[in-house]
């Protein structure tokens, strides 16, 4: 009988245990003390009732705590799934209830956020609160701190042979406007060797949390570095200065980041960022969204030009192409070449191959990292598949060197700050205001997040409604990222014969003078 393959925290808690795993503040944790609370944590999961493949919830703003209960959970073999602690109460309740949770973690102060999940979701065994104090933890939830002090620090017991033991669900956005759980077997060692190879990850890395935790980018790369023993600091609330402090202080190697927040730190005065020591800096993830050149430019000019790599990936489909330091500023526009183990096929829309450069096709891809199923949407993880291959509808074209170029998307999709959203379930909310007769709701250009959230309605004859009367309305339904920032008035949607709506006789005014059409 093979012996069971040790814990990558267990066997570094052993190796190393007086070396730092994670740093918060004035807080710090040896490997020793970060594995025994994660030991703690999921010995607790384990007493309730946790085992390869039960699905468990959680949500909390970054934190020491979230990094060891994303550790504890694998431990458990439990399948972790993220909660946006940014959505609104309603979106909270469907991913608890769509999930199947049989638990669920919170930050305390997120409890306003999921007390309509606790009243309304039946089958969640129980609500577990963290980082609260004496009083904080709501009387429909226990304290999973005080029950964590009274477990063992012992390793957990296995978790069994389930496929899905020790994974995440991530939900991502749909077109008809719910959420879908992304689900995804255990990462393949190939393709997570060959994507540490390329980039360069060692285990002296110290990894930035720029990103939420809760998004499946930010969390990845923070375990690749976090399992090859490197350490962890842990930002709760990005704010640029701080980053610029904490890069410098803690001598940072290596962060995530979409778009938005490097533009902050690079709008600062340039003798702010000129005063910090940002040399450290060795592998800058950009994702989550597309950078503008201009942005990438500026980053090489303030902080260095042998740093920072481009990924295009996505939930559904992992990293699929990088583009590295030494590419960004000849190959403008481009998100790089196919990562190691991962094959590209643009398609036409007749289903060939499209084996010419500079002919836009339909992105597919075909891997051992691919996902393996929406969670109860059988139909949309149909819709796709090309045979072996799969999309999440982009359109992209490639150079004579190989470099792939993302053009256009297929679906209506916005990509506000890094964030994915679907105009569907914004149409959905907005047309149940009384006022709305229709509205159609698509992505305009912003010069902080990259596009923002736009709506044209038509209003019932007679009937009134004020752009504050409708941040208002969507505002209860709806996360603040997804608050449309402008409305315009039309007589009717523009629709085709089939009854969808042509978004693009409204979206395309907005970018004419972009110099990168999104539609």
């Known amino acids: 009988m093979t012996a069971p393959v040790p814990d990558p ?5 052993a190796a190393h245990p007086s070396k730092t795993a994670i740093i918060e503040g004035d807080r710090r944790l040896d490997y020793a003390a970060f594995n025994a609370l994660v030991n703690r944590y999921a010995n607790v999961l384990v007493g309730l009732g946790v085992r390869a493949g039960t699905k468990v919830t959680w949500c909390g703003r970054n934190s020491t705590e979230v990094v060891a209960l994303i550790a504890a959970l694998r431990k458990a073999g439990a399948v972790g799934v993220p909660l946006n602690y940014r959505l609104s109460p309603e979106e909270a309740s469907y991913v608890v209830a769509n999930a199947d949770s049989a638990l669920v973690l919170f930050d305390v102060e997120q409890a306003p956020q999921l007390e309509l999940a606790a009243r309304e979701v039946k089958g969640v065994r129980g609500w577990l609160a963290f980082r609260g104090g004496a009083g904080d933890v709501p009387d429909w939830a226990s ?3 005080a029950d964590a002090a009274a477990s063992p620090e012992t390793e957990p017991a296995a978790a069994g042979d389930d496929p899905a033991a020790g994974t995440a669900m991530f939900y991502t956005s749909g077109t008809t406007g719910k959420p879908k759980g992304v689900v995804r ?3 393949d060692p190939e393709i997570v060797i060959g994507l540490v190879t390329e980039i360069g990850y060692q285990p002296d890395d110290v990894y930035l949390t720029t990103g939420p935790l809760y998004h499946s980018g930010p969390m990845s790369f923070m375990l690749i570095v976090q399992q090859m023993g490197g350490t962890v600091v ?4 990005f704010d640029p200065r701080r980053w610029l402090e904490l890069v410098e202080e803690h001598k940072v190697t290596a962060t995530f980041s979409a778009p938005t927040p490097i533009r902050r730190v690079l709008d600062l005065p340039d003798e702010v960022v000129a005063a910090r020591d940002l040399s450290s800096l060795r592998r800058f993830i950009a994702n989550a969204a597309p950078w503008p050149f201009e942005l990438k ?3 090489v000019e303030k902080i260095g030009d042998g740093s920072l790599f481009e990924v295009y990936g996505s939930t ?17 526009g481009s998100c790089g070449r196919p990562a190691p183990g991962i094959e590209i ?8 191959r499209v084996e010419d450069p500079h002919v836009p096709g339909d992105l597919y891809v075909r891997s051992k990292a691919t996902f393996d199923a929406y969670y109860k949407a059988d139909r949309k993880f149909e819709d796709a598949k090309l045979g072996e291959w799969l999309t999440v509808g982009d359109i992209a074209y490639r150079d004579e060197e190989g470099f792939y170029y993302i053009c256009d998307r297929r679906t209506d999709m916005i990509i506000s700050g890094g964030v994915n959203i679907y105009p569907a379930e914004i149409e959905a909310v907005l047309t149940a205001h009384p006022a709305i007769a229709d509205a159609a709701v698509f992505g305009v250009p912003s010069q902080e997040w990259g596009e923002s959230v736009h709506a044209a309605i038509v209003v019932h004859p007679g009937a009134e409604a004020t752009d504050a009367d409708l941040d208002a309305f969507c505002r209860e339904h709806l996360a603040s990222y997804k608050v449309p920032r402008g409305f315009d008035r039309i007589a009717e949607v523009p629709r085709n014969p089939s009854g969808k709506a042509l978004k693009r006789q409204l979206r395309d005014p907005y970018w004419e003078s972009q110099e990168k059409k999104i539609g």
Not at 345 to 352: I, N, Q, R, V, W
Request: charge should be negative.
């Open 143 to 145: 304290d999973l701190d």
């Open 234 to 237: 842990v930002m709760r609330d």
């Open 316 to 332: 559904e489909l992992g990293v699929d192409t990088i583009l590295r330091p030494q590419d960004q500023m000849r190959k403008p």
């Open 345 to 352: 096929a643009l398609f036409d829309d007749k289903g060939e």
């Open 185 to 187: 077997g255990q990462p």
């Open 297 to 299: 430019r500026r980053y």
């Open 9 to 13: 925290l267990a066997a570094l808690a």
